[in-house]
């Protein structure tokens, strides 16, 4: 923006110089031109006056009498009544100007006048307007200078809160700068910001509600559990423990949706190896998967390290898994690969996949056609806090892919806090 500022009004500037500059010279050189002639024609006059009065007291023109007006450069020759031709001074070299002056009777006087010294000013007039143009060209790309930083600082300042929006800094807002059109905008993306920061404090403010509320009878039905483990017989208390244990995923799952509606993420993000959370978390998913009377086949590499956070990349999967054992039918597959510097976890089925009128919009809150439309959105959501992606590879059968840049495990990667 100040780029095209600057380049406009020197542009302008430099119109104007041009305009005015040039016809300033030309007139410049044509007056000087003229003075020149004119202070010929009075020397010429000068000239045939003395020879007039000679003539007429039947005296003769010789070039003492010239020689006192052949100076500077001039040369004089002077044709009397009976023909005779008197000249004074060498003939003036290169371009000169001549003036004629008819004295009668067949009585003539020539002037001839050097054009160095006419030429010379002229070139001082033309030096003078040029200087004075470059004067204020300069002038012009001080004044351009100052204008455009004045116009373009509140649009930076304009831009850079519109970045602090897009950054999740909803308390940022943009100042005034007393020009009415810029004004007008900072004043509509201020009350855009305000409306937008209470709808997030409201959202995140549920969610508290909502994890608190929900916190209160899983601790209950914990502490039910844990009684039924003290009194039960072996098959119940196995149960129990294991219903102990979904509880505390639930809790876990709470406190982790609720960080990720404050902080932005799930967890902090650092060196995980994917490999073996899939393969830890692999159990639980084919329990799922049995329990929905379908198969569950896992395959990784040894080990796939990457920059995420374990919670968040848990639960991502948890909901691509939950997503295929809804909607989808055959065996689950998971796959983890590495595919250069990423690691990529892949979850397909044998179901009739995505319709095609919801494969751009499936990653979008809201969007299902038998559900709450809030999973994959979640889950994009928690993948995109640790810098990596959720896609559709093929939508028929469905095949949802994760993507988190590698790290070398070697390397101590310190936690990376979101706020």
Same mark, same amino acid.
């Given at each position: 923006m100040r780029r095209r500022l600057l380049v406009a009004l020197i542009a302008v500037a430099a119109g104007t110089v041009i305009v005015l500059g040039v016809p300033l010279a030309i007139l410049g050189r044509v007056a000087v031109r003229d003075d020149a002639e004119e202070q010929a024609d009075r020397q010429a006059d000068a000239i045939?006056?003395?020879?007039?009065?000679?003539? !007429?007291?039947?005296?003769? =023109?010789?070039?003492a009498l010239l020689a006192p007006f052949a100076t500077g450069g001039r040369s004089i020759t002077?044709?009397?009544?009976?023909?005779? @031709?008197?000249?004074?001074?060498?003939?003036?070299?290169?371009?000169?100007?001549?003036?004629?002056?008819?004295?009668?009777?067949?009585?003539? @006087? $020539?002037?001839?006048?050097?054009?160095?010294?006419? $030429?010379? *000013?002229?070139?001082?007039?033309?030096?003078? =307007? /040029?200087?004075?143009?470059? %004067?204020?060209?300069?002038?012009?790309? =001080?004044?351009?200078?100052v204008v455009a930083r004045r116009l373009n600082r509140p649009l930076d300042e304009l831009a /850079?809160?519109?970045?602090?929006? #897009?950054?999740?800094?909803?308390?940022?807002?943009?100042?005034?700068?007393?020009?009415?059109?810029?004004?007008? !905008?900072?004043?509509?993306?201020?009350q855009g910001a305000g409306r937008i920061e209470q709808m997030v404090n409201r959202e995140r403010q549920f969610a508290s509600n909502a994890s608190h509320q929900l916190r209160t009878p899983l601790t209950a039905l914990r502490l039910r559990l844990e009684e039924m483990t003290d009194i039960g017989d072996d098959d119940v208390r196995t149960e129990a423990e294991a219903a102990i244990a979904q509880a505390d995923r639930l809790d876990a799952t709470i406190s982790e949706l609720l960080r990720l509606a404050r902080e932005g993420a799930a967890g902090p993000t650092t060196a995980t190896d994917i490999a073996a959370l899939v393969r830890t978390e692999s159990p *639980?998913?084919?329990?799922?998967? @049995? #329990?929905?009377?379908?198969?569950?086949?896992?395959?990784t590499p040894e080990t796939a390290w990457a920059l995420a956070s374990p919670a968040g990349a848990a639960h991502a999967i948890d909901v691509l898994i939950d997503n295929a054992?809804?909607?989808?039918?055959?065996p689950v597959v998971i796959d983890v690969e590495?595919?250069?510097?990423? %690691?990529? %976890?892949?979850?397909?089925?044998?179901?009739?996949? %995505?319709?095609?009128?919801? $494969?751009?919009a499936v990653f979008q809150r809201g969007v299902s056609h038998d559900g709450s439309g809030l999973g994959l959105s979640i889950a994009t959501n928690l993948v995109a806090a640790d810098g990596g992606r959720v896609t559709l590879v093929t939508p028929r059968p469905a095949r949802f892919r994760i993507t988190y840049r590698s790290s070398d495990p070697s390397r101590e990667v310190p936690p990376t806090h979101h706020g």
């Open positions: 045939g006056f003395a020879v007039v009065s000679r003539l !007429a007291d039947g005296g003769t =023109v010789d070039a002077v044709t009397d009544r009976q023909g005779r @031709v008197t000249s004074a001074g060498p003939p003036p070299g290169g371009n000169s100007i001549v003036t004629d002056i008819d004295l009668g009777d067949g009585a003539s @006087v $020539e002037l001839r006048t050097s054009d160095d010294e006419t $030429e010379r *000013r002229q070139l001082v007039v033309v030096g003078v =307007v /040029a200087g004075l143009a470059a %004067i204020a060209m300069a002038g012009a790309a =001080v004044v351009a200078v /850079a809160t519109a970045r602090r929006l #897009g950054d999740g800094d909803f308390t940022a807002r943009a100042s005034m700068s007393g020009l009415v059109d810029v004004d007008a !905008a900072a004043s509509t993306l201020n *639980r998913w084919r329990a799922q998967a @049995v #329990g929905a009377g379908r198969d569950l086949a896992v395959r054992l809804h909607h989808g039918a055959g590495h595919h250069g510097s990423t %690691i990529a %976890i892949d979850v397909a089925d044998e179901g009739p996949g %995505i319709p095609s009128d919801q $494969e751009r």
